[in-house]
């Protein structure tokens, strides 16, 4: 674990942080930099698919309700990952929430958030919650932030509800297992993630392992980077992936 939180570390930043949570052992097995706050960027679709799935779980909507004139964003990858649906009118708020985090879709987010009564609606829904969350329309705008440690519960949270009842959950996981994202050295179906970022913001959310074994679920962020498209920090992150993996195959012995 001190591998871990020394390889993130080697950031060029002092705004770094790591969460990891055992779900087989019920607990949080490193933290640094908990409380820190951030902009929120695609992870914010994380956010919004969780408050979703919470008014499916109290049935104020159901899965197969229909979003009209839906559009997909024709800069992401859903035209590979899901050809299927390209030219739609009309889709599911199942198959929305889904191809929203597999996508990274900013088009079916805001169609989404618009079906559920809007933006201000979906604040109150998620401040129910977590308090310090808050999405908007634009992934890039200054106020779709949050802090780390409530994106690990609502993670948690997700696990959890998945664990309990699938059905309800089961769009946002089949979300995060199609997405793709391939980092060396581990096979893709062990990493279900959502990443997320700006310029100098990266963001990586999620679970490594199996997902029906225990898998770790982690937060991993870097804010006030050198521009990351330019640098290392990237690679840092990914290099924190593998050492994660490899702890996630410690605690299986």
């Not at 779900?23 to 698919?49: G, H, Y």
Request: overall charge negative; proline content about 4%.
């Amino acid at each position: 674990m001190k591998q871990i939180v020394q390889k993130i570390k080697e950031i060029d930043s002092p705004d770094v942080s790591i969460l990891i949570y055992s779900i087989r052992d019920r607990k949080l097995i490193e933290s640094l930099n908990s409380e820190m706050t951030i902009p929120l960027a695609s992870a914010a679709k994380i956010v919004i698919a969780f408050c979703v799935a919470k008014w499916v779980e109290e049935e104020s909507i159901v899965w197969s309700d229909i979003i009209e004139g839906v559009k997909l964003n024709p800069n992401e990858d859903s035209h590979i990952l899901y050809p299927h649906l390209q030219g739609r009118k009309s889709l599911s708020i199942y198959e929305s929430v889904e191809v929203m985090i597999a996508c990274h879709d900013s088009f079916l987010a805001n169609g989404i958030v618009e079906f559920c009564g809007g933006w201000d609606k979906m604040n109150s829904k998620i401040n129910s919650y977590f308090p310090n969350l808050r999405v908007t329309e634009n992934p890039r705008d200054i106020g779709n932030q949050g802090v780390v440690s409530q994106l690990l519960e609502i993670l948690c949270s997700i696990n959890e509800g998945y664990e309990k009842n699938p059905f309800i959950w089961a769009p946002i996981m089949n979300g995060l297992v199609r997405q793709q994202d391939f980092i060396h050295g581990i096979h893709n179906h062990l990493v279900n993630h959502m990443t997320g970022g700006l310029e100098q913001v990266i963001i990586d959310m999620g679970f490594i392992g199996a997902l029906h074994n225990n898998p770790l679920i982690f937060v991993l962020v870097a804010k006030n980077v050198p521009n990351r498209s330019d640098n290392k920090e990237s690679d840092l992150i990914i290099e924190t992936i593998n050492l994660l993996y490899q702890e996630y195959l410690l605690q299986r012995k």
